[in-house]
């Protein structure tokens, strides 16, 4: 069974705090502001995470496999063989501060930071 399959029991004391909040709420009213919350917690356990994971990344001008070509304007994209997208472009004219969401690099990180 998936997690949004399961079936959630709100205590007497939890309705009763959001009834006290929203007025007497019908299951679907109920299933919006949970979801709502829910949506709210991810974002800023998104937040936290990228801000640890900030701290523990190397940046892309310190990274052995950042190139730079110039035509015109430089142009700086990763050569490392793993990464998911095909262009590999990091940016033009300066390097990027925060590796983008495909470095093979940064998900070696994520894992090695989820086994402490």
Sequence with gaps: MQLKDRIVIISEKNMNNI??????CTTDELERIVNNMIDNAVVEINEDRSK?????IVSCSE???MKMYDYG???YYCDHEDRTDDMGKLGVGDVPRICPKWCPLSCKIDDS???K
């Design 113 to 115: 930071s989820a086994a």
């Design 63 to 65: 990274c052995e496999f």
């Design 73 to 75: 304007s430089r142009i």
């Design 19 to 24: 009834n006290a909040l929203y007025g007497k």
């Design 52 to 56: 640890l994971h900030m701290d523990k």
